[in-house]
């Protein structure tokens, strides 16, 4: 098992008092009236009336399991008509209808009977299966109807779900509107017999994502499908059927497939440890599972930044988007294809196979013979087999573009695709050499006309990317216009006196604390506007000039998540003038005994989430690269909202010099929050943003400072003590004791998770920013966290002497490569 996600408020809440009869059967005689319920045989399942949420007049008759702790429902009759009362009534009609009427015999819904038997009953089968037959006939094959035929959100074991193509019955799955509206959702996920079947999760009509075709061993893009000790798989493709169908290996080993409201496909199991549901298998699980996410003859690789390269041989379509990470115009071929004069087949391996819903397959032709039709076609794009099993057997042939394709790797699949035979080392070296140089040529022509046109490009995108940053993203966009104008946007220049005038002197009383970079105080202007202050300390390597370009620089870094600067003053000494935040900073609130408490669940998420989009349009969005390196609990503000703004971001420009992947002498940096590579090396990157946003993350979920941590078990620092819990799927322990999480703990698991990536030792395993905004709001699967940064037992010269933690002490004349800035 991956990891341990629980859900709450994905169960729906039962009916606490429910007079059960000992019987699992509805006949003509004895209908089910609200507030009773039926239990099958076994008390796997019950059947009943109940409400998605409590103290609600909406009822609908349900099916949820009877044995575990954490009941879910997993089949609704009524799932779009609610009943407004609780005089609904279940009945066996003579005619063999299973029917839900309301008060005064209003039908609601029925099932439909396909001939009528001399004693018809409704049976609730121990399988979750609620089944209408014949009293004295059990074969399943005469069933008049059954509740495994029209799924809801959910499959259980034994469900087909897929076409049965005699009786004209289609099996999918259906989201619900949300957790507490069980109707008919904007997701489907179902069974497409065009070409070689496939299934596919669609938003409305739209494909969100695709399985893949059935290999004999799995769906082509589920390399996760395994033998597994809980459940056995099959996959059917008949004439008269095509179905995926999963079966109990235990059957108290409990296992469903739901699609979730938000469009996720789970496989959930019950964990008896734990007395919850949890995860194994989301899909889509990454950003690779996002249908054509790389268009026609790209690939998608998870593990390559940006995601999407087009297969070898192929070209972008539209370079400039390609490089603004557009993929949407796809690739071609860099040598077009020439049927006349004969094409042949390239091999390329490890892949999920493209959509084939434009193909035709036949089982029993061999590779030999699939090559040689796929080569008499013209409109015969590739061709491999159709099962892999063994070595490999049957012909898949594609007629169109190939898209949806993936990167897999040991577990993907070989697939044959038509080249011009100049392409296949047959044609002559010299002239594709040339060819590859005016290629070449033309490229960076290319790239210089237009790399201002395509870095607008980006910045708009990105922005957008970012939901609900759209007047930052114009903001963003505006600067960038005025970029090549001469005249940079004014930064209002203030007066010494007037700041004098507003401190009353830089009087103590105003003084907010010590930054990383100098004292600030609080000030109010003549008109009453408050500011804060942020006198830097005299060991500024900068010259004016310079510094006063970098300041120009960090005012146009606006973001709703970042402290806006407002001014500068630069008379005898440089000073630095910030909006006012009036709630102070974050370390101002988690760590304190009675502040914490006003911070809950949804704001410490709310704050996460901000601080993660500031520091991604700092690293990515804004017109230049800043990598604060300084992000700590201190330089978190809180506005009056208790919304998060990052602050003192580009000062370690102006303190440390230029700004790339670079190392460097002047480290600036607080204890507890810098990573291994900058602390031993003075090695810096944005990944070094990402490692304090983690650490920051486990502060924020357990109330707990990185630096000075202490446990009585082990004296691993937070990261270290976080893993372990994580390792052992015991998160919750790490939660703040004062957090009540009850309805969020997905969440704040989730964020545990995240915040564990992005303190990996080694930079190149940490998320890009990007990476994380995407992995906070979403749900696919992430990868399991290695050890953290520094996970060794407190021996490191850097970890936090207890004895002296909190002393002062500042280096930066020494020959320590650390300025270490204490907290003020
Ligand atoms: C219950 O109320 C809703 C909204 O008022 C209505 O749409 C629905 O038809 C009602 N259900 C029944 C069974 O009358
Ligand atoms: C009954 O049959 C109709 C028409 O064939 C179909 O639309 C409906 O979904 C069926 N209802 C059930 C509950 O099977
Ligand atoms: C689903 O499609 C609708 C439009 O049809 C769109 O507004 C919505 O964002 C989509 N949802 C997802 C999760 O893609
Ligand atoms: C099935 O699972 C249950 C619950 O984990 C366990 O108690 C039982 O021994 C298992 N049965 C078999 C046959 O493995
Ligand atoms: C795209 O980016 C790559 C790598 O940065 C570069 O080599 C190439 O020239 C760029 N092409 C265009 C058209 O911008
Ligand atoms: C598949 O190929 C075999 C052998 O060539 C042939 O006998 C059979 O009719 C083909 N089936 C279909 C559905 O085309
Ligand atoms: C090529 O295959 C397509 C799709 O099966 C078919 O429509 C077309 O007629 C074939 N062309 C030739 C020349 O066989």
Avoid at 332 to 346: A, E, M, N, S, V
Avoid at 487 to 498: C, G, I
Avoid at 615 to 639: E, F, G, P, V
Avoid at 748 to 772: A, E, F, K, N, T
Wanted: with cysteine; aromatic share 10%.
């Amino acid at each position: 098992m991956k990891s341990l996600h629980k859900f709450c408020c994905f169960c729906f809440l039962l009916p606490p008092f429910i007079l059960s009869d000992a019987t699992d059967t509805i006949t003509v005689n004895e209908p089910l009236a609200d507030g009773k319920t039926i239990i099958s045989s076994g008390g796997t399942f019950e059947l009943g009336f109940f409400s998605p949420v409590v103290n609600s007049r909406s009822r609908y008759l349900g099916i949820w399991y009877k044995k575990v702790a954490k009941s879910a429902v997993v089949w609704i009759a009524n799932r779009d008509v609610a009943m407004n009362d609780t005089d609904g009534l279940l009945k066996m009609t003579d005619q063999a209808k299973l029917t839900l009427v309301k008060s005064r015999d209003t039908a609601i819904w029925s099932t439909n009977a396909t001939r009528s038997v001399r004693n018809p009953v409704a049976q609730l089968l121990d399988s979750g299966n609620l089944v209408v037959k014949d009293a004295a006939d059990d074969n399943p094959e005469n069933y008049l109807w059954q509740s495994y035929d029209y799924p809801t959100d959910t499959i259980l074991p034994g469900v087909k779900l897929g076409l049965d193509l005699v009786k004209g019955i289609d099996r999918y799955l259906q989201s619900s509107k949300s957790s507490i509206d069980p109707s008919r959702g904007d997701f489907l996920y179902r069974t497409d017999p065009n070409g070689f079947p496939q299934q596919f999760l669609m938003n409305n009509s739209l494909p969100q994502f695709r399985s893949g075709p059935w290999n004999g061993l799995r769906f082509s893009g589920s390399p996760g499908l395994k033998p597994n000790p809980v459940y056995t798989y099959e996959f059917v493709n008949t004439p008269k059927e095509i179905y995926y169908k999963f079966d109990l290996i235990n059957s108290s080993v409990y296992s469903r497939l739901t699609l979730s409201s938000f469009g996720v496909l789970q496989r959930l199991n019950w964990n008896y440890r734990a007395q919850d549901w949890t995860v194994y298998v989301n899909a889509p699980a990454d950003n690779c599972d996002t249908y054509g996410l790389c268009d026609a003859y790209g690939i998608c690789n998870i593990a390559n930044s940006p995601v999407c390269s087009c297969l070898d041989r192929f070209v972008p379509q539209s370079p400039n988007d390609w490089n603004a990470t557009d993929w949407s115009s796809g690739c071609q071929r860099r040598t077009p294809l020439d049927c006349q004069k004969g094409d042949g087949f390239l091999k390329y391996t490890g892949l999920k196979l493209p959509d084939t819903r434009w193909s035709w397959y036949n089982d029993s032709i061999n590779l030999k013979e699939c090559e040689k039709i796929c080569l008499k076609n013209c409109s015969c794009m590739a061709y491999s087999n159709t099962d892999v099993r063994g070595k490999g057997s049957g012909c898949l042939l594609w007629f169109d573009d190939l898209i949806d394709i993936t990167m897999i790797g040991d577990s993907g699949q070989d697939i044959y695709i038509r080249m011009a035979s100049s392409e296949l080392g047959t044609g002559s070296n010299k002239a594709k050499k040339i060819g590859i140089s005016l290629c070449l040529v033309v490229l960076v022509l290319l790239v210089l006309g237009l790399t201002l046109n395509v870095q607008k490009k980006r910045k708009r995108r990105q922005a957008e990317h970012v939901s609900g940053e759209a007047s930052t993203g114009t903001r963003s966009t505006q600067y960038l216009a005025e970029e090549g104008d001469k005249e940079d946007v004014e930064l209002p220049l203030f007066e010494l006196k007037t700041i004098i005038q507003a401190t009353d002197n830089f009087s103590r009383d105003k003084k907010l604390g010590e930054g990383g970079f100098g004292p600030v105080y609080k000030g109010t202007l003549v008109g009453g506007q408050e500011i804060a202050v942020k006198r830097l300390s005299q060991n500024s390597i900068q010259g004016l000039d310079e510094f006063k370009n970098e300041v120009k620089c960090i005012a146009k870094l606006q973001h709703r998540n970042l402290v806006k600067l407002l001014g500068c003053c630069i008379q005898e000494e440089k000073i630095l003038i910030y909006e006012f935040m009036p709630n102070k900073s974050l370390d101002f609130f988690i760590f304190d005994h009675d502040r914490r408490r006003f911070l809950d669940w949804p704001k410490r998420f709310q704050i996460i989430t901000g601080i993660a989009r500031g520091l991604l349009y700092l690293h990515q969005d804004s017109r230049l690269t800043i990598i604060h390196r300084d992000l700590k609990a201190d330089n978190i503000l809180l506005d009056i909202d208790l919304k998060p703004k990052i602050s003192d971001f580009g000062l370690a420009r102006i303190f440390g010099g230029t700004e790339t992947e670079a190392s460097t002498k002047r480290a600036v940096g607080t204890y507890g929050y810098i990573s291994p590579e900058y602390a031993v090396d003075g090695y810096f990157s944005t990944k070094l943003d990402v490692f304090s946003f983690g650490v920051l993350v486990l502060e924020i979920v357990s109330g707990k400072k990185n630096r000075g941590f202490s446990h009585p078990d082990h004296h691993h620092n937070l990261l270290g003590h976080a893993w372990l819990l994580y390792k052992e799927g015991r998160c919750p322990e790490l939660i703040d004791a004062h957090l009540s999480v009850s309805c969020h703990l997905y969440e704040v698991i989730r964020s545990i998770h995240v915040g564990l990536l992005c303190v990996q030792q080694s930079p190149d395993d940490r998320p890009s920013m990007s990476s994380v905004v995407f992995m906070l709001a979403g749900d696919g699967s992430l990868p399991f966290p290695k050890e953290p940064g520094y996970f060794t037992e407190r021996n490191l010269s850097f970890e936090p002497d207890k004895s002296s933690s909190g002393k002062k002490e500042n280096s930066s004349g020494n020959a320590l490569s650390i300025t270490l800035l204490d907290a003020r």
